[in-house]
């Protein structure tokens, strides 16, 4: 009975819990009213957001998320150094800018999502677009000697780790 | 301390000052849309991030108050640098590129932008 009352209240606990926290963080104060109002939103926002969201993913390993965000953190502050090399030192026409094709093994269109935005904040490629049947992403490499290797990284490092966070 | 703070808050400024000059004369230094795109999403980043970093140093040690409206600032920015530079990327192909400029797909269908995928067969929407 309990239970099926508290699956009621919050059908996704996680999200609950991520919506407190943002609205703590942007009241930047934490106060006993300010948790009642996350709380209340935290409540609030999932359950009238249900019908246009049907198939939330739900993650399991918190771990491997957090390992995740690191990986990607200190990527990102590697692309910086790399992007603003090719910027200063290279001349345009030694550039070796490449489209590469990255066929997805990834279903939900979270995943992706998550997969395309690491893929833009990393070294030197960008996401340009999506095949029509959602199989292969259209990838953007600015500075590559070999554009296969590039691919296989991406689908080395990022994919094989959200493949085991989203499924 | 105070002066350790001090110095700690000036290298942040000094190095996120840079990075986001280097992304602005990035996107006036390189040639194609493709590549300009590379250096505000990137870049910027950094310029970003080190100015919020230092802002979050500086009220931590000198104004006695633990300021994290600027991890909010980070992650907000995060969120938002790829989907733009999705949307441009997405737009220059649109107008700008022929499809047999770009690699095929290797699978049945094209490119989301100039093929589309009946609706019933459509494992997600790629419109």
């Given at each position: 009975?309990?239970g099926?009352?508290?699956?009621?209240?919050?059908p996704?606990?996680?999200?609950?819990?991520?919506?407190?926290?943002?609205?703590?963080?942007?009241?930047?104060?934490?106060?006993?009213?300010?948790?009642?109002?996350?709380?209340?939103?935290?409540?609030?926002?999932?359950?009238i957001?249900?019908?246009?969201?049907?198939?939330?993913p739900?993650?399991?390993?918190?771990?491997?998320?957090?390992?995740?965000?690191?990986?990607?953190?200190?990527?990102?502050?590697?692309?910086?150094?790399?992007?603003?090399?090719?910027?200063?030192?290279?001349?345009?026409?030694?550039?070796?800018?490449?489209?590469?094709?990255?066929?997805l093994?990834?279903?939900?269109p979270?995943?992706?999502?998550?997969?395309?935005?690491?893929?833009?904040?990393?070294?030197?490629?960008?996401?340009a677009?999506?095949?029509?049947?959602?199989?292969?992403?259209?990838?953007?490499?600015?500075?590559?000697a070999?554009?296969?290797?590039?691919?296989?990284?991406?689908?080395?490092?990022?994919?094989?780790?959200?493949?085991?966070?989203?499924? | 301390?105070?002066?350790?703070?001090q110095?700690?808050?000036?290298?942040?400024?000094?190095?996120a000052?840079?990075?986001?000059?280097?992304g602005?004369?990035?996107?006036?230094?390189?040639d194609?849309?493709?590549?300009?795109?590379?250096?505000?999403?990137?870049?910027?980043?950094?310029?970003?991030?080190?100015?919020l970093?230092?802002?979050?140093?500086?009220?931590?040690?000198f104004?006695?108050?633990?300021?994290?409206?600027?991890?909010?600032?980070?992650?907000?920015l995060?969120?938002?640098?790829p989907?733009?530079?999705?949307?441009?990327?997405?737009?220059?192909?649109?107008?700008?590129?022929?499809?047999?400029?770009?690699?095929?797909?290797?699978?049945?269908?094209?490119?989301?932008?100039?093929d589309?995928?009946?609706?019933?067969?459509?494992?997600?929407?790629t419109?």
């Amino acid at each position: 009975m309990l239970g099926r009352i508290l699956n009621r209240l919050f059908p996704h606990p996680q999200l609950t819990a991520f919506l407190v926290l943002i609205w703590l963080l942007l009241v930047n104060k934490v106060t006993p009213g300010n948790v009642l109002l996350g709380l209340i939103l935290g409540i609030a926002i999932p359950g009238i957001t249900q019908p246009f969201w049907p198939n939330r993913p739900s993650f399991r390993r918190p771990l491997r998320i957090a390992s995740y965000l690191l990986i990607v953190i200190w990527d990102i502050c590697l692309a910086n150094i790399t992007v603003a090399r090719v910027v200063l030192f290279r001349p345009n026409r030694k550039i070796r800018s490449h489209w590469i094709v990255v066929p997805l093994d990834l279903n939900s269109p979270e995943a992706i999502t998550v997969l395309a935005g690491t893929i833009t904040m990393t070294p030197g490629t960008v996401t340009a677009m999506l095949s029509a049947d959602a199989t292969c992403l259209l990838v953007h490499c600015l500075d590559a000697a070999d554009p296969d290797a590039v691919r296989d990284e991406i689908k080395h490092r990022y994919e094989r780790r959200l493949k085991e966070i989203f499924e | 301390m105070e002066l350790l703070a001090q110095i700690v808050i000036s290298a942040l400024l000094v190095i996120a000052g840079i990075f986001g000059f280097l992304g602005s004369y990035g996107l006036l230094k390189l040639d194609d849309t493709m590549r300009r795109l590379h250096a505000p999403t990137k870049a910027t980043t950094i310029g970003v991030g080190g100015v919020l970093i230092a802002a979050m140093i500086y009220f931590a040690v000198f104004q006695d108050k633990i300021s994290l409206h600027e991890l909010l600032i980070t992650v907000f920015l995060f969120i938002t640098a790829p989907i733009t530079a999705n949307f441009v990327a997405k737009a220059h192909l649109h107008r700008d590129v022929k499809p047999s400029e770009l690699p095929p797909t290797g699978g049945k269908y094209g490119w989301a932008a100039y093929d589309s995928v009946s609706p019933d067969k459509q494992p997600i929407d790629t419109d």
